[in-house]
């Protein structure tokens, strides 16, 4: 699976994937990351990617050329390269869509910043649009990766124990059942009983 980040800001994504799973996934050949920067592809002398709003309202606007530009060639290279937009505007991210978006080739997250996307862009470009939540982040960066770890964890290979998908929250109507480490009593608090016998089915039946 190959994640690219359209970004003005590629460490802010970078460094996530110098840790842990995500660093393994890439070691083992099964995740490649790549980032594309707007700013290298403006037209005009000062690399400016953003401008006022047509409407006239407060804040700046990423505006159509760099990034139609970038998403053109992206597309001529990789036609089957599928395009997320991270907006306030989409429709909420779920397991289901990490796990629908796991069977994907290539996926592409186009990060705004600002007030946003000249929509243009949006229209001619955009498979689909999500939001991570009922709050505004200062840029596409983080609802861009928080989409693309839940994704991954559902990439074959990229858990060391797939049996660990199966039982998570978000598979059933029900989350999860907490989770205990040895030891059983821990200063003064004790694992449930229910859980030191190892039945299984009960413990499921004890989800929150
Ligand atoms: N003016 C926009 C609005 O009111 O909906 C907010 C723009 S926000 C400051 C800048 C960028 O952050 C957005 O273009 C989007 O890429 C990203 N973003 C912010 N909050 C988000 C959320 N909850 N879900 C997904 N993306 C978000």
């Known amino acids: 699976m190959q994640f690219s980040y359209v970004t003005l800001f590629e460490g802010l994504i970078a460094s996530y994937f110098e840790d842990s799973i995500l660093k393994r996934a890439i070691a083992k050949g099964l995740l490649e990351i790549t980032f594309l ?9 000062h690399g400016k990617v953003d401008d006022y709003q047509a409407s006239g309202g407060a804040g700046l606007v990423l505006f159509p050329q760099p990034l139609l530009d ?4 992206l597309k001529e290279k990789s036609p089957h390269a599928y395009i997320i937009f991270p907006t306030p505007a989409g429709k909420l991210f779920t397991q289901n869509d990490a796990k629908r978006l796991a069977h994907k080739e290539h996926l592409v997250f ?3 910043r600002y007030e946003g996307i000249d929509e243009r862009v949006i229209e001619t470009f ?5 939001c991570i939540g009922d709050y505004v982040l200062t840029g596409g960066e983080l609802p861009s990766l928080v989409m693309s770890d839940a994704i991954s964890r559902n990439i074959k290979g990229v858990l060391g124990n797939e049996d660990s998908l199966s039982i998570e929250s978000f598979e059933s109507p029900l989350l999860e059942a907490p989770c205990f480490s040895k030891p059983p009593l ?3 608090k004790s694992v449930p009983s229910e859980f030191l016998k190892g039945n299984h089915a009960k413990i499921t039946g004890l989800k929150k």
Do not use: Q
Not at 37 to 45: F, G, Q, S
Not at 70 to 73: G, P
Not at 126 to 130: G, Q, V
């Open 126 to 130: 955009a498979d689909e649009l999500f």
């Open 37 to 45: 920067n707007p700013r290298d592809y403006t037209k005009n002398k």
């Open 70 to 73: 970038l998403l053109r060639s």
């Open 110 to 112: 186009v990060s705004g």
């Open 186 to 188: 821990y200063e003064d």
